[in-house]
């Protein structure tokens, strides 16, 4: 098993180009399923999860390769399989965005319920109620589901369950509803920028969609969508990452691809504790140069402060000048790395769904163990300051949303290595 050893101290200067973003990719290879003729996708990263997904694309009859530039062609040649199965469901959450397309495609979907997640409970829910609205007969079957459809009709759904909006859930009924005979409204649609990023792919295959990026979202169904190219949008947690890479260290980084319109939330809280954020031509520039002030922080779903930074921001404001709160609102469990931190000097009480993170002047190396892809790349961010090595064990996980994270730390200037444990 691999493992990342960091040399904690190095600031951080220079390029970083920001990849393209995993959850925007990953739905938008399931919504091929969907389509007559070829999709080419631009800008999908090379990642652990994009390649369950060619896998799992694959057994579903989608042949899927990647060309010499990098570009994903993805066409369906076999509509026979409709299953998920539990061995790649397991393993990669996003699986369940098949679930829609092959509905609304083949008429039957039956996918493995993923189960538990180290950040918590992840109910499929909303996905299944969506399905059934638009004419989905549901059962539960050997731990999977079964949906199956002679007709899809269009119909008016709402998607907000007790933590607000679900985005899987979202990307699921609007590409089901795509195809489904009439008018679909989607009430309490998830606004993130990866659902307008799928909407955009599906209006370039013809679908007809409108209200994308708000709540509301109506979708009048079509009878074919046809495959056409697309280029996925920068990966904004990928992109806050390094942002808080180059605050922790005070550094200066520019984030080549980053796109400030996306990050709002982000750059408010950073701003606040005294970061420098610039726009610039081709990105963002993100300084700092004195030891960073303490703020509180909430994560809602987008355009709030995004979950999926929460641990990062953790490891950021372990070394404020002050107390700060950080309150979990999507995953309340989402906490894992709190353990880790605190292994490495972090001051973190935690209380509900809320940490108190009580500013210490510097953290320590330590050999922590990562427990999730977020959880991993806030024990590497904290590594990259810790006075002497930082093991992260169990680089998979970050392997399965960070591509080349290594090279990319490297080449600005910080010591980190993949060994072999
Ligand atoms: N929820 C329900 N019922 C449902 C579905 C969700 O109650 O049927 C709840 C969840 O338990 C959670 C909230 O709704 O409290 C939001 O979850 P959501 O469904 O939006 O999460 P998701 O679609 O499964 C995506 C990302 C996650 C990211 C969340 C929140 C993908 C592939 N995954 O998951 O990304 O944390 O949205 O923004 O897009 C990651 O990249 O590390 C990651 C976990």
Redesign the pocket.
């Known amino acids: 098993m691999q493992l990342f050893e960091i040399n904690g101290g190095n600031r951080l200067r220079g390029t970083v180009p920001i990849s393209g973003a ?2 925007a990719a ?2 938008i290879m399931a919504a091929s399923i969907l389509v007559d003729g070829e999709t080419v996708l631009r800008n999908v990263p090379d990642l652990a999860d994009v390649r369950q997904m060619q896998a799992l694309l694959a057994k579903l009859g989608v042949r899927c390769e990647r060309d010499a530039e990098g570009a994903l062609h993805l066409t369906v040649e076999d509509e026979m399989n409709t299953h998920a199965e539990y061995d790649i469901v397991s393993k990669m ?2 699986s369940v965005c098949v679930m829609g397309p092959l509905l609304a495609k083949r008429k039957r979907a039956q996918v493995a319920m993923p189960g538990g997640c180290a ?9 299944i109620q969506g399905l059934q609205a638009l004419g989905a007969d549901f059962e539960l079957t050997n731990g999977d589901v079964l949906l199956k459809a002679k007709k899809m009709r269009g119909s008016e759904i709402f998607l907000g ?9 979202t990307a699921n009924v609007l590409m089901a509803a795509t195809l489904a005979e009439g008018t679909t409204t989607i009430e309490s649609a ?1 606004c ?1 920028p ?1 659902i307008v990023d799928l909407a955009d792919y599906l209006i370039a295959c013809g679908a007809r969609i409108a209200g994308h990026g708000t709540p509301r979202v109506t979708i009048e169904g079509v009878a074919t969508l046809t495959g056409t190219s697309h280029t996925v949008i920068p990966d904004r ?1 990928e992109a806050g990452t390094f942002m808080i890479a180059g605050a922790i260290t005070n550094g200066e980084l520019m984030l080549e691809g980053a796109r400030i319109d996306h990050l709002r939330a982000v750059v408010d809280r950073l701003r606040r504790i005294g970061v420098i954020v610039d726009r610039a031509e081709k990105g963002l520039v993100v300084s700092s140069a004195r030891r960073i002030e303490p703020v509180d922080i909430t994560t809602q ?1 987008y355009p709030g402060f ?3 930074l929460q641990a990062q921001a953790m490891a950021l404001l372990s070394l404020a000048d002050g107390n700060s709160c950080i309150t979990e609102k ?2 309340p469990d989402r906490f894992l790395h709190v353990g880790e931190l605190s292994r490495m000097g972090a001051q973190l009480r935690k209380e509900g769904p809320t940490v108190i993170i009580e500013g210490v002047k510097r953290l320590i190396g330590a050999p922590v163990m990562a427990s ?3 959880a991993s790349a806030a024990l590497i961010l904290a590594g990259l300051i810790a006075k002497g090595t930082t093991r992260v064990q169990r680089a998979y996980h970050i392997d399965r ?1 960070y591509e080349k994270i290594e090279e990319k730390l490297s080449a600005v200037g910080a010591s980190i290595r993949r060994l072999e444990a």
């Open positions: 995993k959850n990953l739905p959450r996003a950040i918590g409970d992840r109910p499929i829910g909303l996905h369950g007790p933590f607000g909006s679900s985005v899987t859930a998830a993130e990866e947690i779903p995004p979950t999926d999507i995953y999730d892809l977020r949303g």
